[in-house]
């Protein structure tokens, strides 16, 4: 179900943005999208951040790539060697069978191009709608909106969107949020969630946007 906004669209992304320019912090996705230099790279390391810290996620990517950059490269090292490169991150053993997998399906699918389409994107083993939608901004620079747990939980306090599952909220927000926003809701929202406006705990008193929330509280 659909709602008009309650909060001031403009106003909140205006001051966010200049709140995420001065903060020192940066959502783990996005480091990883500044340090890669391929929609390959985005995809593979994005599957290894699932459930896994910042800081072991980018120094498995690191050495996974040192090996192995490509999906042919990858296809070709068997799931010890990728289990041995990526580890420790969460559920290692689980992730080197599903990047080979992944990997084999873009070389066999794709001739070894990560495809540009949420459509084909999700056809692909273990890639749902939040990490293709992710790969279409940031390797290929597509207008999406990449909808994770802080995304659809803002979006509902502020009345964007009023949605029960991530997937309707990206649905919704397509409707409900100016274009010029889709690519950076993502950042802005997952910094705001795990800083200031966490799951368990609002301090609104640090927020950029307590003046104008419909949900602060003091
Ligand atoms: S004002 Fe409070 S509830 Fe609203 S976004 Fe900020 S921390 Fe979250």
């Known amino acids: 179900m659909s709602c008009s906004p309650k909060i001031q669209v403009d106003k909140a992304f205006q001051l966010l943005r200049k709140w995420v ?5 940066a959502p783990v996705i996005d480091l990883m999208a500044a340090g890669h230099d391929s929609p390959w790279k985005l995809l593979a390391s994005t ?27 990858t296809a070709e090292l068997s799931v010890e060697e990728l289990s041995e490169l990526i580890y420790p991150v969460g559920f290692y053993r689980t992730k080197a069978e599903n ?38 901004i940031k390797a290929f620079d ?4 990449c909808v994770d747990t802080h995304v659809h939980r803002i979006s509902n306090m502020w009345g964007l969107v009023s ?4 997937e309707e909220t990206r649905t919704e927000l397509k409707k409900n949020l100016p274009k010029k926003y889709w690519k950076e809701i993502n950042q802005e929202l997952v910094t705001l969630g795990q ?19 419909p949900a602060a509280d003091f």
């Open 21 to 25: 320019a001065e903060l020192d912090y």
């Open 47 to 73: 599957m290894l951040s699932a459930r896994t810290k910042d800081a072991v996620t980018t120094k498995a990517s690191k050495s996974l790539f040192s090996h192995a950059d490509t999906p042919e490269k």
């Open 99 to 136: 990047l080979k997998k992944l990997a084999q399906a873009v070389v066999e699918r794709f001739g070894g191009v990560v495809p540009e389409t949420l459509e084909e994107l999700t056809t692909l083993p273990g890639v749902g709608v939040k990490t293709a939608s992710l790969v279409l």
């Open 142 to 145: 597509k207008y999406e909106i």
């Open 163 to 166: 949605t029960r599952t991530p």
């Open 195 to 213: 800083t200031v406006c966490k799951p368990t705990k609002h301090e609104c008193g640090k927020c950029p946007l307590k003046e104008i929330c």
